[in-house]
């Protein structure tokens, strides 16, 4: 059964800090790994997504990385701002689950001015 | 193109009663899934719907249904509410041309 960690839980920084999220998983046979970011109350905004051949996506500020050989995948989040603070999670589809998306506990961040 | 929509936002509930959630994917879209999420346990995997067939089931109790219509539209419903069944109620869709999959913003069920 694939089981998902994200540490920390949760994390505070200051403005323009560049950061980095972690996600470690124990089964490596992935489809693809999601990263998306949820505002208190709300659903989750799809950040990037890395399909299973691929080592890394970036998009704007924000960098996903993923080594399957380890079991981990980070989000590198560059020049941090006040409008990042969200809580991030990781998500993996697996080969035989069909759609079905396992998710890491969440990392919390705030960032502050 | 609209995004995935769920109805209602907001819904309480007493316990023992039953509830009907709704969720619309994007146009075009054929896979529906839900999840939970609660401050316990997190988001957790509740079924995969795709072209009106379930093929996938999370490990919810039998209280726990859905069904999909030909229009793709979903909908779960829950059965002798408890007061655990407190929680956000997310829908996903996935089209099948993307691996992205795409969620709505949630149906935050109170059960009293």
């Known amino acids: 059964k694939q089981e998902v960690t994200q540490i920390p839980a949760a994390l505070s920084v200051p403005e323009g800090e560049n950061l980095v999220l972690n996600c470690s998983f124990t089964?490596?046979?992935?489809?693809?790994l999601q990263w998306f970011r949820q505002d208190p109350g709300k659903g989750l905004t799809s950040l990037l997504l890395?399909?299973?051949?691929?080592r890394e996506q970036t998009s704007g500020r924000l960098n996903a990385s993923l080594d399957k050989s380890s079991g981990r995948s980070t989000l590198y989040i560059a020049a941090s701002q006040p409008g990042d603070s969200a809580t991030y999670l990781c998500?993996?589809?697996?080969?035989?689950?069909?759609?079905?998306?396992?998710f890491g506990g969440g990392t919390r961040l705030m960032v502050k001015p | 193109k609209a995004g995935v929509t769920q109805t209602p936002r907001y819904l309480i509930k007493t316990r023992g009663q039953q509830v009907t959630l709704s969720c619309s994917p994007i146009?075009?879209?054929?896979?529906v899934s839900w999840y939970q999420q609660t401050p316990g346990q997190g988001l957790q995997f509740l079924f995969e719907?795709?072209?009106?067939?379930?093929?996938n089931k999370g490990n919810f109790p039998g209280r726990f249904s859905g069904r999909q219509f030909s229009n793709s539209r979903s909908e779960m419903n829950v059965s002798t509410l408890e007061l655990g069944d407190s929680a956000l109620y997310l829908c996903?869709?996935?089209?099948?041309?993307?691996?992205?999959?795409?969620f709505g913003p949630g149906t935050r069920l109170t059960v009293t």
């Open positions: 998500a993996l589809e697996g080969w035989d689950a069909g759609n079905m998306l396992t």
């Open positions: 890395i399909q299973s051949s691929q």
């Open positions: 146009s075009g879209h054929r896979s």
């Open positions: 089964d490596s046979a992935i489809y693809n």
């Open positions: 996903a869709s996935k089209g099948t041309d993307s691996y992205e999959q795409y």
């Open positions: 719907y795709f072209s009106e067939t379930q093929r």
